[in-house]
């Protein structure tokens, strides 16, 4: 319990600083080269989710956010003996999706935009993807993936030493 909230404060208190100072100190849509052509800091508003996907949306995502933030405090506080890696996991996902929230609700932009969230980390691979993101959504990317792979590799092995598993066993009854 401890290290999921541990962890997802760590993660708010990182994205708000830094989606704070982006706002307050670049431009709107300007842009500074940190790897030309690959990576830059750019103070970009947005009304969708991860990577500036389904934009318009934002009484969804905000409802869609605040069930996953009620369903992970509750795994916090009640799941006990799991791996602590899933215990990362919902860490991670539970302070980014806070992050993204507040900065939903309370707009942390100068800009008289509605309700955006500021991405700032923009970022292009190949010169064919580019996303644009914060550390709200670099987190709950990590926290998605890293939990992925731990179930669908070391879940059962976990299981094996005691925890509790995240995926169902099939049971053996004899046939």
């Not at 319990?1 to 600083?17: P, S």
């Amino acid at each position: 319990m401890i290290l999921t909230f541990a962890i997802a404060a760590a993660v708010f208190v990182l994205d708000i600083i830094t989606k704070y100072a982006v706002a307050e100190n670049i431009e709107l849509y300007k842009a500074i080269d940190i790897i030309p052509g690959v990576l830059k800091l750019t103070n970009i508003p947005n009304d969708g989710i991860a990577f500036g996907m389904l934009d318009n949306a934002r009484w969804l995502f905000m409802l869609v956010t605040v069930i996953f933030v009620i369903a992970l405090t509750a795994f916090a506080v009640f799941a006990k003996n799991y791996h602590k890696a899933v215990y990362v996991c919902a860490g991670l996902i539970l302070g980014g999706g806070l992050g993204n929230l507040v900065d939903r609700i309370f707009t942390l932009g100068k800009y008289d935009l509605p309700k955006n969230v500021v991405d700032f980390i923009d970022f292009c691979a190949f010169s064919v993807w580019k996303w644009s993101f914060n550390a709200a959504d670099a987190s709950v990317c990590i926290g998605v993936a890293l939990f992925i792979v731990y179930a669908l590799f070391f879940d059962k092995k976990a299981g094996q030493k005691g925890y509790k598993t995240v995926l169902a066993e099939k049971k053996n009854d004899g046939k």
